[in-house]
């Protein structure tokens, strides 16, 4: 293994090792956003709108986290556009959404408080789907972003 395929190899492994601490934190997020939203009386839209935001912020923090560490890109290579370091990073989400949906949407089927709101209590497969459809609109932005930081730093 070359010295820059070590060095990706380890930056790489570093990303894995965030983001496995992060998730664990997206549901203690989650339940913040939720619980402020309860107490101001503001529970329409309320899955939608922190799914959205807790998604946004890790996207951005996991952003952030991957431009601090070190990677040479110079000789890694590139297939239609999209840098091998970038599908490498971009697995670290594999079953991400999925196990948060199904965490929240639990949250929400359990709270007593969100029980007089039958679309936010038990939030059905269209308002699930529209939610995904937001979803999918971050994860492209944040997984382009991720591309472009690998194509530049070569």
């Not at 339940?31 to 101001?40: E, G, H, P, T, V």
């Not at 000789?75 to 970038?86: D, F, K, M, R, Y």
């Not at 079953?95 to 359990?110: E, W, Y």
């Amino acid at each position: 293994m070359t010295t820059y395929e070590q060095k990706n190899a380890g930056s790489i492994a570093q990303f894995y090792r965030y983001m496995d601490e992060c998730k664990p934190a997206l549901k203690a997020q989650y339940q913040q956003l939720l619980a402020q939203d309860l107490s101001r009386q503001q529970w329409g839209g309320c899955f939608q709108r922190n799914v959205l935001t807790v998604l946004e912020q890790a996207y951005d923090g996991a952003l952030a986290h991957l431009k601090t560490l070190p990677f040479d890109s110079a000789a890694t290579p590139v297939n239609q556009g999209l840098s091998e370091l970038t599908r490498q990073a971009l697995t670290a989400f594999d079953g991400l959404i999925d196990d948060f949906l199904t965490v929240v949407v639990d949250l929400h089927r359990t709270s007593c408080a969100l029980s007089n709101f039958p679309d936010e209590h038990k939030p059905d497969r269209t308002y699930v789907n529209e939610v995904k459809r937001e979803i999918s609109g971050l994860w492209q932005n944040f997984a382009l972003n991720v591309n472009a930081h690998f194509l530049e730093c070569g």
